[in-house]
């Protein structure tokens, strides 16, 4: 167990809609990132939030939108939702925000586009 | 462009054999390089980070070595067991708080 928990574990939505997805991190952790992994284009890296503040920004597109509150858990903001946003959203923490640190992943949310 | 490639794409190996994966990266400037094991349907976990200066890094049976100036790295497993079949994924950072994921090599163990 990594000490990071996501929920939902799965969700179902229609194109168009908007989801949340949330983020714990592991106890003492003050950064969140965030991955999308998808079929064919394998896990790529979206966000990361270092003590609620944006850090880092990798292909996350505009329809998406994060934050990290006070109390550090973080929720990544999906609208207008495609059929190829189709994917499993992993979110992951560490100690800092340091890049030669390792991170904790949660297990996932699958989230399935109809 | 910043690339990470992985080879093979797949491996079936028997158990208490050894095995290696290999990961090739275009990515400049280099930080660090990571391999992480993911079980299906888990996330990924942490098996070592590497920074430019080293060149064999061990947790336990896993074993990564990188050559900065080939651009090259590798993950040897020894002595294979069950639980090590998963997929192993390779990533490098171009800089900080950037990371370029390979798309892995899916490592089946038989008994």
């Known amino acids: 167990d990594s000490g990071v928990t996501q929920t939902p574990k799965h969700l179902i939505t229609a194109t168009g809609q908007r989801v949340t997805l949330r983020c714990s991190p592991r106890s003492g952790d003050l950064s969140v990132y965030w991955y999308q992994q998808s079929l064919d284009q394998g896990l790529q890296f979206l966000i990361q939030?270092?003590?609620?503040?944006?850090?880092a920004k990798g292909n996350i597109l505009e329809r998406f939108s994060a934050q990290q509150f006070p109390d550090l858990h973080s929720e990544l903001n999906l609208s207008s939702l495609e059929l190829g946003d189709s994917a499993l959203y992993f979110c992951?923490?560490?100690?800092?925000?340091?890049?030669?640190?390792?991170?904790?992943f949660g297990d996932g949310t699958r989230l399935s586009i109809l | 462009k910043n690339q990470v490639e992985q080879s093979p794409q797949s491996l079936i190996i028997l158990e208490g054999k050894n095995c290696t994966l290999q990961c090739n990266y275009t990515v400049s400037p280099f930080s660090n390089l990571r391999w992480y094991k993911q079980d299906t349907g888990r996330g990924p976990v942490s098996l070592t980070i590497?920074?430019?200066?080293?060149n064999t890094k061990s947790n336990g049976r896993y074993t990564a070595t990188l050559d900065a100036d080939t651009k090259q790295s590798s993950l040897h497993i020894t002595a294979s067991q069950l639980s090590d079949s998963a997929s192993y994924i390779c990533?490098?950072?171009?800089?900080?708080?950037?990371?370029?994921f390979g798309t892995g090599t899916r490592l089946k163990v038989l008994a």
């Open positions: 990533v490098v950072s171009p800089a900080t708080y950037k990371y370029i």
């Open positions: 939030y270092y003590n609620g503040e944006e850090r």
């Open positions: 590497m920074t430019f200066s080293e």
């Open positions: 992951a923490s560490s100690v800092e925000g340091a890049w030669g640190q390792p991170q904790h």
